[in-house]
């Protein structure tokens, strides 16, 4: 038997990591500036991550949601303080697809429509709903249903204040696009948004997938501004490579048995997983070291934009887009096979890079250099 072939890949095997840095199975090391798709926030094989993980998988790695999970609770308070949302409630899943296919269902149980409103550029995931509301046909097969979805353009204040009314059931949006290109939603947007879902009774979805946990510089991208929305969708950095994912859900929302379900969401490993990616972001001030990297690194692209040696820069934190203005396929194969270099991509023009949140200023810097050689 053979995998079936649907991911192109570099001709590359890691087999070791540590922090920012891996090692191909020739012994070659590499400076990782992409963590696998912002999975990795706390740096591969962080000690406290290994040690947690090990410890519970000694004493008990799995049983289903039949049972009391203290686990479960410990994490959705520590969560809840170091997010600032202790009044949300946490509902487990395995990935990020599975988390925004929960917040749509439950958004429709909320209110009993199904318009759903996204936007251009969006990517939710792979599964029924959520591809159906991710704005990209080649990804739908004829089973996804989308006739319920209306794809408007990010940022597009006018538009949405046009298109959501009585029978919207959700909006879903990221607060920074991720494959999209690095899009940063305006807080005009997002209060637009806000405001016509209070409005009409429509449930505001913020997909923090990618751009959650810290990311952003600040623990949601959305707490750049006062708005909250309805229902939080997470994954990829909470669980620094262990299966996790989630959302939070507002106080508005009743919880009933057998609503939502999951076999493996939540299981204990991957809340032991989620528990040390928490305390470790916390003790080692990860959100403002995200910040303050991210600024350093935006200033330092910046002046290339003056210059013209680069079309656009764009994002926040440690979610950060280097737009060219020709592909970038040649500089990122240079990258990583002459300067050692893992990054990103977004479309064909973007550089994106999405490092672990406790990466390092001299590591920035060796990618700064290198990518200089190249414009």
Known sequence: MSTFNVYPVYDITPVKAKGSKLWDDNGIE?????????????????????????????KLGFYSNSVKMP??????????????????????????AESNENALKLASFHNGRKKVIAFSKGFHGRTSAAVAVTDNPSIQAPINFADHVVILPFNDVEAVKAAIDG??????????????????????FQKAIREACDAHGAVYIHDSVQCGYGRSGKFFSFQDTDIKPDIISMAK????GFPVGGIL???????????????????????????????????????????????????KLKPLVENGKIKEVRGRGLMIGVELENPIKEIREKLIFED?????ASGANTIRLLPSLNVKKEELDRFLDALMKYL
């Open 30 to 58: 590499y400076l990782d500036l992409y963590g696998g798709h912002a999975v990795i926030s706390i740096g591969h094989s962080h000690p406290r991550y290994v040690k947690a993980i090990q410890e519970q998988i000694a």
């Open 71 to 96: 686990l479960q609770d410990e994490l959705a308070t520590k969560l809840g303080e170091l997010a600032g949302l202790p009044e949300y409630q946490l509902f487990m899943t395995n990935s990020g």
């Open 167 to 188: 029978e919207t059931c959700a909006v879903i949006m990221e607060g920074i696009q991720g494959v999209g290109g690095v899009n940063v939603a305006t807080e005009e």
């Open 237 to 240: 950095g909470m669980g620094n």
């Open 249 to 299: 859900i507002s106080p508005k929302f009743e919880a009933k048995y057998g609503m939502l379900g999951t076999t493996f969401g939540g299981n204990h490993l991957a809340c032991a997983a989620a528990i040390a990616v928490l305390d470790v972001i916390k003790d080692e001030n990860l959100v403002q070291n995200a910040r303050e990297l991210g600024e350093y690194t935006l200033a």
């Open 340 to 344: 050692k270099i893992f990054t990103g």
